[in-house]
Nanobody, 123 residues
Framework: HVQLVESGGGSVQAGGSLRLSCVGA????????VGWFRQAPGKEREGIARIMTDESTWYAESVKGRFTISRDNAKNSLDLQMNNLKPEDTAMYYC??????????????????WGLGTQVTVS
């Protein structure tokens, strides 16, 4: 049963923007460590941004300054604003979450709950 649902992917030209959203279908994301990951064809999945339970954020160097992660508690969603997109940002994007006591799993890339992903293509 899918408990995280991503949306907002699509195809854009280089330099464009997209905003991804992840809704907790049966999870209340507030109080969870949450993150965005991506996997390009032929490459390993990589973490690109996360918010911890103290609301501190982290970004991969490859997206720092271009992507912004945010949590909307009213909407029970996790958003990723992506600006100045590059062809190398093309990938399937996933949101993921884990409970406070297992936040290290989000850091390590092995959180418990995952969405099915949304495709981002930059040409």
């Amino acid at each position: 049963h899918v408990q995280l649902v991503e949306s907002g992917g699509g195809s854009v030209q280089a330099g464009g923007s997209l905003r991804l959203s992840c809704v907790g279908a049966e999870l209340t994301l507030r109080g969870y460590c949450v993150g965005w990951f991506r996997q390009a064809p032929g490459k390993e999945r990589e973490g690109i941004a996360r918010i911890m339970t103290d609301e501190s954020t982290w970004y991969a160097e490859s997206v720092k300054g271009r992507f912004t992660i945010s949590r909307d508690n009213a909407k029970n969603s996790l958003d990723l604003q992506m600006n100045n997109l590059k062809p190398e940002d093309t990938a399937m994007y996933y949101c993921a979450a884990d409970v406070r006591s297992s936040c290290r799993k989000v850091v390590e890339g092995t959180p418990h709950w995952w969405g099915l992903g949304t495709q981002v293509t930059v040409s």
